[in-house]
């Protein structure tokens, strides 16, 4: 069974568009995370949950809005993207959001900005 | 400010012979801990192995073994007896071990490598 799932793996969306990606992790973590990795770049965080509570906003665009309702899921909401935003967006957890915790990544989800 | 370098974009290695990947950091933190992922084409990041800054010895994971040199702030990632199954991206990355403000991973731009039969 894999650890940490994301739907959809890709995703296909125009400006004005409104879609949301969906994170799932089946490990009993506590704390998840949003990273974007875009081509030629190393991959950013974006946000951290931990026991459900926000603990980081890497000065991410107000047009990202995640929602964390329980420790097991971890939603990325999206509206009004820029061809810009075109990107992997990864998923992870780890168990307490230590910093000496390993984390584990979902597949992540395409996503393209037209 | 804390960096992660990568300086190999691209390597190649042929199968059952061992392969080194730089990666070297810079951080003004007493403590952090440095990981390194694999992701192949599907996507997916895959932890291989870990290396606390304050570990005295080299950390071991099967095949892949962490040059650590805490003074040149190196943290090379050596892969033994290479497979076809090994050619993906691989990256460094560290996390200041700082209380309560874990949770920042740092990565560096990736090494792609290639397993040639």
């Known amino acids: 069974e894999t650890g940490v799932t994301q739907t959809p793996r890709h995703l296909v969306m125009g400006m004005t568009n409104k879609k949301s990606l969906k994170c799932e992790q089946h490990?009993?973590?506590?704390?998840m995370y949003w990273y974007k990795q875009s081509a030629k770049k190393p991959l950013e965080l974006m946000f951290v949950?931990?026991?459900?509570?926000?603990?980081e906003n890497n000065s991410v665009p107000s047009r990202f809005s995640p929602e964390c309702p329980n420790s097991s899921h971890l939603f990325l909401h999206l509206h009004t993207l820029q061809p810009e935003d075109s990107a992997l967006y990864l998923c992870?957890?780890?168990?307490?959001?230590?910093?000496?915790?390993?984390?584990?990544f979902g597949p992540g989800t395409r996503l393209l900005v037209l | 400010a804390q960096k992660i370098t990568q300086t190999q974009p691209g390597m190649f290695v042929q199968e059952k012979e061992a392969v080194t990947l730089d990666c070297t950091y810079d951080?003004?933190?007493?403590?952090?801990?440095l990981f390194w992922y694999k992701q192949p084409s599907s996507g997916e990041m895959i932890f291989l192995i870990y290396?606390?800054?304050?570990?005295?010895q080299n950390a071991t994971e099967g095949r892949y073994s962490l040059n650590f040199q805490k003074a040149r702030k190196s943290a090379n990632l050596v892969i033994s007896a290479s497979q076809l199954g090994d050619s993906a991206m691989y990256f460094c990355?560290?996390?200041?071990?700082?209380?309560?403000?874990?949770?920042?991973?740092?990565f560096g731009q990736g090494t792609e490598l290639s397993v040639k039969p």
């Open positions: 490990l009993g973590h506590n704390a």
């Open positions: 949950y931990n026991f459900k509570e926000q603990t």
């Open positions: 990355a560290m996390r200041p071990m700082i209380y309560n403000q874990g949770g920042k991973l740092i």
């Open positions: 992870a957890s780890s168990p307490s959001g230590l910093a000496e915790e390993t984390q584990y």
């Open positions: 951080t003004s933190d007493p403590s952090y801990g």
């Open positions: 290396q606390g800054s304050y570990d005295q």
